[in-house]
T-cell receptor
Framework: KAGVTQTPRYLIKTRGQQVTLSCSPI?????VSWYQQTPGQGLQFLFE???????NKGNFPGRFSGRQFSNSRSEMNVSTLELGDSALYLC?????????????FGPGTRLLVL | AQTVTQSQPEMSVQEAETVTLSCTYD???????LFWYKQPPSRQMILVIR??????QNATENRFSVNFQKAAKSFSLKISDSQLGDTAMYFC?????????????FGTGTRLKVLA
């Protein structure tokens, strides 16, 4: 099975712009979670989508949003970028819906905001 | 609030030696899962080992084993016969699944360097 894929792998944007990141989960996985990883804050949970619905949400401002499509692919959007949004954005997929599962991470998208 | 604490920001170990990474957590939940993830430099994060809280037996995966002390809320990772490829950032994580939603909380990580 192919692993979790994320596109693009690297992105440079300027303050005020918006960005969309994409995540394709492992085939058959219905849950996709997004994380922000920074040196100072570590991994912070953004949100999780399951069957096209946001099921869980972390403590991030409304500038961060996401969606999931019927094929379980997910996108994350950040509007009005700030310098502090520079980070590695990871997505993780899992089967979803049951308790005994493990998340599988993608390689991440490294976003640099100038 | 649920928290995960990794008190060792950096560690080093000689090749072939054994090293233990510590992790403590705080929760009022009784059912949860604990994980150790490895993130090598510029590479993908991968699962090293997982432990179900209801299991008393410590999980093992080849050279990796955990010491799970539920009462003390401690979940340390032991790496035996350390190899250069073990050099990575290690994250301890805690997961609960309640009322149809789940939550993952990660520690801040321990950077492990295996020395030749």
């Amino acid at each position: 099975k192919a692993g979790v894929t994320q596109t693009p792998r690297y992105l440079i944007k300027t303050r005020g712009q918006q960005v969309t990141l994409s995540c394709s989960p492992i085939s058959g996985h219905r849950s996709v979670s997004w994380y922000q990883q920074t040196p100072g804050q570590g991994l912070q949970f953004l949100f999780e989508y399951f069957s096209e619905t946001q099921r869980n949400k972390g403590n991030f401002p409304g500038r961060f949003s996401g969606r999931q499509f019927s094929n379980s692919r997910s996108e994350m959007n950040v509007s009005t970028l700030e310098l502090g949004d520079s980070a590695l954005y990871l997505c993780a997929s899992e089967l979803g819906g049951t308790y005994q599962e493990t998340q599988y991470f993608g390689p991440g998208t490294r976003l640099l905001v100038l | 609030a649920q928290t995960v604490t990794q008190s060792q920001p950096e560690m080093s170990v000689q090749e072939a030696e054994t090293v233990t990474l510590s992790c403590t957590y705080d929760t009022s939940e009784n059912n949860y899962y604990l994980f150790w993830y490895k993130q090598p430099p510029s590479r993908q994060m991968i699962l090293v080992i997982r432990q179900e809280a209801y299991k008393q037996q410590n999980a093992t995966e080849n050279r990796f084993s955990v010491n799970f002390q539920k009462a003390a809320k401690s979940f340390s990772l032991k790496i035996s016969d350390s190899q250069l490829g073990d050099t990575a950032m290690y994250f301890c994580a805690f997961m609960t699944f309640t009322s149809g939603t789940y939550k993952y909380i990660f520690g801040t990580g321990t950077r492990l360097k295996v020395l030749a």
